[in-house]
């Protein structure tokens, strides 16, 4: 189901509004950096059986609490970290989630060693299908079901849904596009 269908005039106008930061300037629109392709994927992985309004408000604790989504830094997470991320209240505290987040950061490291980024490694699988997409993400990275993999790839672009053809932002995105990326 697109996003566009979740924003809508009966919520309180705090809850629009972060729906509609969200929807109007990054659901869909392609990420050109590691850090927040990264960031994205730690986001779907933790909004796994909670709503994606309580990650939206937590995206800031997030990005703090990992470290800007910096991947080395991530990487390196000792038991001394993990510590801080369970007894931290303002982001999900979910061993298994923050298991895939460092066991993720460390995969990424090596696409980026073999592929020049991560970017890149998701460029090649480009045009994959969704299944296809699925078995390539269980296979490479942790804590990885459909509809995380579904999530992460039509909220960077890599697959079409995140936006209707009638809704505003969808020419929008299209604009920004490399043109080898427009999926039809």
């Not at 059986?49 to 991530?74: C, Q």
Request: aromatic fraction near 14%; glycine fraction near 4%.
């Amino acid at each position: 189901m697109s996003y566009c269908c979740f924003v809508n005039n009966a919520q309180p106008a705090e809850r629009k509004l972060l729906h509609k930061q969200y929807h109007d300037n990054h659901y869909g629109f392609p990420l050109h950096d590691d850090y927040e392709l990264f960031g994205r994927l730690i986001l779907e992985i933790n909004q796994a059986g909670l709503s994606w309004e309580t990650i939206l408000k937590k995206e800031a604790a997030f990005r703090i609490a990992y470290h800007n989504y910096n991947i080395a830094k991530v990487a390196a997470y000792t038991q001394k970290d993990i510590e801080r991320l369970l007894n931290n209240p303002d982001i999900i505290r979910n061993k298994l989630k923050i298991k895939a987040a460092i066991e993720n950061a460390k995969t990424i490291l090596q696409l980026q060693k073999q592929f020049g980024s991560f970017e890149n490694w998701l460029n090649q699988h480009h045009k994959l299908s969704l299944t296809n997409w699925i078995k390539l993400f269980k296979k490479t990275f942790y804590f990885t079901g459909g509809q995380i993999v579904n999530e992460f790839l039509m909220s960077t672009g890599y697959l079409p849904g995140a936006h209707t053809k009638d809704c505003p932002i969808y020419s929008k995105i299209l604009a920004t596009r490399p043109q080898w990326l427009i999926i039809k």
